[in-house]
């Protein structure tokens, strides 16, 4: 790309760090999707792209990137990330008078298809948790994978927050205090058997663990990578016949759901999940008014 539109994606991803307080992840994916979308300029104009070849895009030129990504299999969820991102650059880009672009607000974002949470039954949530403890590895990496997936149903996590802990922060029974997305904190309740299952990983854990090591280690000591993780679910997802969506993100749909069926209330799973909309949230009472439903029709004489 141009040295001006260079120097004017260093600031935009410096807005994000310091100002916005994006964390890396998102910080990185935002850099994938700009990448992306600079890419296919480049090819799209014939030259590498400039502040002044931004200002000049039509929204047919939005809409072919759009196409492109779309042929290249991504689907309307990702699409719509993409759009999103650029238009938050063009923002940018606008309130520090560097460019301006009208015709980007023509462009439609991709409808997403509704979806619900896919939770896994309390049953298929035991039954995973002890095919950890049955796989023919280590004992400490089986305690180690229990005591993770016993956290992220227990208490609601996401992986990321998960493996980010350290050892000082490990669950000994008094609440969790997680800085989620967007740096927003939220204090969690730690079950019992969770600070168990947590105590029983680390008596066995070889590593000499300081106060500032992570909490959950690969083989090798380093902080356990979550490509890992999601590797030994699926290993387990095969093993027991699951779904495909029984994945570590799952459990957490699980602590949500569940608590939603045991009467909790909306306002309080908000703020264990840690999200910032209600209606993020709400999502959960269809999938409990779903597993209502199918009960139901299981159960009543007269539903066949």
Known sequence: MAADLLAAARSFFGWLADERRASPHTIAAYARDLRAFFAFLAEHLGNAPALGD?????????????????????????????????RT????????????????????????????????????AAEARDAFVAQDTE??????????????????LRISEALGLDRSEAPDGSPLRILGKGNKERIVPVLPAVAEAVEAYLALCPHNMGAS????????????????????????????????TATPHALRHSFATHLLGGGADMRVIQELLGHASLSTTQRYTEVDATHLLETYRKAHPRAH
Request: glycine fraction near 8%.
């Open 213 to 244: 090591d992570p909490l959950f280690v690969g083989v090798r000591g380093k902080r356990l990578n979550a490509s890992v993780v999601q590797k030994r679910m699926r290993d387990v997802r095969v093993r027991l016949g699951l779904p495909d």
């Open 139 to 156: 004992p400490w990496v089986a305690a180690r994978d229990v005591a993770l997936m016993t956290l992220l149903y227990g208490c609601g």
């Open 89 to 124: 650059l063009f923002h940018h880009l606008e309130r520090e008078g560097r460019a301006h672009n009208a015709a980007l607000a023509t462009v439609r974002s991709p409808k997403i298809p509704h979806s619900v949470p896919k939770p896994l039954s309390a049953a298929e």
């Open 54 to 86: 931004l200002e000049g895009l039509r929204a047919a030129d939005f809409r072919a990137y759009l196409a492109a990504r779309r042929a290249g299999g991504l689907g309307a969820t990702s699409l719509a990330r993409n759009l999103s991102v650029i």
